[in-house]
């Protein structure tokens, strides 16, 4: 088995406000390999993006807080690094895409004083060294006419160009890690296709590990090796793609699932979302947090939380339903994630 290049261990983060503690990330686990792909998806608010934050060490604190947990990065917990420490890390070894390219990028500079400035800063590079690096990065990325693009501002560029400008930022120094947080929200699916695409291209050249981040499982169909799908703080199911696509065992993985359109499905049958809301993350549930939402959900649904057991080789659910008693219960025909094929 490889090492693991990126390993987060029991993560909790919390956020101190005016209503009270919101409890955001809660006991949160993942690891990634060299040239890996991670998918973590789940609905706005369960504590994707939050995570993310976390592996840089950008949560402001106050009113943001790691309690505990450790993130080890080649072996060693980040959590103990100076600021200064950190600071050597983000955007050399560790990357990271935020959601909107507009509001990440300074519209008073231009795309080549940008992209240049950490490798003129942190890599004592001379400005034609980094310039160079820019124009190959650029042309990495599929911007034509490079050399003029360099001199341009980001109001100049398509929603599509500005998130190629801020992928090929994040590869300028070549890290190990790219954290890419909601890539394609904002663009169209032609575009989103192309982002994607282009993710491929890059890691097959570049050979970096890719965390993605999204609330869409489609994005991912096509990209991910591992899909983790967070709920309320929480992973509740991990597996490859095709435990995930095809034999899902989360109730909410599969309710997920059942709110994508499909290519093959009839054009008449109705979308079926998941009924009721997240919950109130200032005052956790006791024991699964979807509990409120499950249509199988039990009493021990609301008194404890599930264990994280192993459904299949590598894939993991946070259910009470993969208990054995469950299947006592309901019975392999009313509850199809109990069957091992689906």
Sequence with gaps: MSEKLLDVRNLHVSFDTYGGRVHAVRGVNL?????ETLAIVGESGCGKSVTAQSIMRL???????????EILFKGENMLSYSQKKMRSIRGREISMIFQDPMTSLN????????????????????????GKRALSMLDLVGISNAKERLKQFPHQFSGGMRQRIMIAMALMCDPEILIADEPTTAL?????AQILDLFKD????MG???IMITHDLG????????????YAGKVVEEGNRRDLFYQAQHPYTRGLLHSVPRMDADRHVPLVPIAGTPPDLFSPPTGCAFADRCEYAMDVCTEYDPARVEANTQHYVACWLQ???ARQAFGDEELPMLRKSV
């Design 188 to 192: 169209d699916v032609t575009i989103q």
């Design 31 to 35: 690891s990634i390999e060299k040239g």
């Design 208 to 210: 970096v590990a890719i």
């Design 219 to 230: 994005v991912v169909a096509q990209l991910a090796d591992r899909i983790q799908v967070m």
């Design 202 to 205: 890059i890691q097959k050249k």
């Design 107 to 130: 519209p008073t500079l231009t795309i080549g004083d940008q992209l240049t400035e950490g490798l003129i800063r942190h890599q004592k590079l001379s400005q034609k060294e980094a």
């Design 323 to 325: 208990d054995a008693r």
């Design 59 to 69: 949560i402001a604190e106050p009113p943001g807080k790691i309690l505990s947990g």
